[in-house]
T-cell receptor, first 114, second 114 residues
């Protein structure tokens, strides 16, 4: 069965600093990988997705993520964090092909301090 | 509205009562998902509808939970004889792509069982 681990429940960074949120997945075949963001009082929004091809994917709001098969990781990065990035971030994995039952991690809550 | 609409936004009920949660997906989206978000648990997959195909009910936690989707559009998630552990936020998402990941999430229904 597919699963996702987000080892950091809570992260605090200073505004303007770089950010990396960790995600490790478990899946027996080629995964589809996603990052979603849930801002306070708002619904979940898809940030970016990896299906195949280039292992570095660009998303909205200046985020990017890199798929590393050897490490079973799909870490989310941003070079300079803005206060509006404070939110909860969810990594998710789905099965390639057919329909997708997407499995989510428990989320990482990001706090941005001035 | 252009987004996924869920109602009610909040529901408080007594243990043992039945509840119905409604989801109006984005018009034309063939895929519809229900997830449950509990504190510290991430998003738990409940059920997936794709067009006229038989739904994937593998995530429903017990036979007290059921869902239907009428006319390929509106979906209702029903919980019978509610228990306190059913307290959570129930999220609905829809997607335009067959085999696609959940693209658009509603704001959820916060269910509280007294």
């Amino acid at each position: 069965a597919q699963s996702v681990t987000q080892p950091d429940i809570h992260i605090t960074v200073s505004e303007g600093a770089s950010l990396e949120l960790r995600c490790n997945y478990s899946y027996g075949a080629t995964p589809y990988l996603f990052w979603y963001v849930q801002s306070p009082g708002q619904g979940l929004q898809l940030l970016l997705k990896y299906f195949s091809g280039d292992t570095l994917v660009q998303g909205i709001k200046g985020f990017e993520a890199e798929f590393k098969r050897s490490q079973s990781s799909f870490n989310l990065r941003k070079p300079s964090v803005h206060w509006s990035d404070a939110a909860e971030y969810f990594c998710a994995v789905g099965a390639a092909g057919g329909y997708q039952k997407v499995t989510f991690g428990i989320g990482t809550k990001l706090q941005v301090i001035p | 509205g252009a987004g996924v609409s869920q109602s009610p936004s909040n529901k408080v009920t007594e243990k043992g009562k039945d509840v119905e949660l409604r989801c109006d997906p984005i018009s034309g989206h063939t895929a519809l998902y229900w997830y449950r978000q509990s504190l510290g648990q991430g998003l738990e997959f409940l059920i997936y509808f794709q067009g006229n195909s038989a739904p994937d009910k593998s995530g429903l936690p017990s036979d007290r939970f059921s869902a239907e989707r009428t006319g390929g559009s509106v979906s209702t998630l029903t919980i019978q004889r509610t228990q306190q552990e059913d307290s959570a936020v129930y999220l609905c998402a829809s997607s335009a792509n067959r085999g696609g990941q959940p693209q658009h999430f509603g704001d959820g229904t916060r269910l509280s069982i007294l």
